[in-house]
């Protein structure tokens, strides 16, 4: 119902959200700090480590958790459910929830439980997000080691072929 994991500003008991007081006061920052300071999920997460705040496992804050945090909704107090879905149960690969699936539609219980935020706060965070733009859905730390501009003569065509620190390398058609 909630997740594998405990979740940055709750605990799970008996099967339901409970708001962890201290946790909550970094949710709330967080959202603040991306809302009213207009700092993006990058710096938020430079700020808290320099803070010295610990994520929910215990390491250093990441843009990508910060990220995940701002559109999570259960900080608004809603929960909703089949945001992911497995499109092959003998592969196992899972996909993402857009709510354009009939066989697997997006399911929100509104104020199911404790908020730690408003919906004030939330609907300005997710009005920021979308026009900003840019936000990942996920965030690599990728780092271009060699990137080489090569044209195909078969189709006339320029590409890049980039190879990344994590040796795998990938192509990209080149803006003529």
């Not at 997460?45 to 250093?60: D, P, R, V």
């Not at 195909?152 to 990938?170: E, G, P, R, W």
Request: hydrophobic share 40%.
């Amino acid at each position: 119902m909630y997740g594998k994991s405990r979740m940055y500003g709750f605990e799970i008991k008996d099967g339901q959200l409970y708001i962890v007081p201290e946790e909550a006061e970094v949710v709330k920052h967080i959202f603040h700090t991306y809302l009213y300071d207009g700092k993006g999920c990058h710096t938020i997460a430079n700020e808290l480590n320099a803070a010295g705040y610990l994520s929910i496992n215990g390491k250093m804050w990441r843009e990508d958790g910060v990220c995940r945090l701002l559109k999570n909704d259960k900080y608004v107090g809603d929960l909703t459910q089949w945001k992911h879905y497995s499109t092959d149960f003998l592969s196992k690969k899972v996909v993402q929830n857009n709510g354009d699936n009939t066989d697997a539609p997006l399911i929100t219980v509104t104020d199911h439980h404790e908020a730690i935020i408003s919906r004030e706060v939330w609907n300005g965070v997710q009005q920021q997000i979308y026009e900003r733009g840019n936000f990942p859905e996920k965030v690599a730390n990728i780092h271009v080691i060699i990137g080489i501009a090569v044209r195909c003569i078969v189709v006339s065509v320029d590409m890049l072929m980039v190879l990344v620190a994590n040796h795998q390398s990938k192509i990209e058609l080149l803006d003529a």
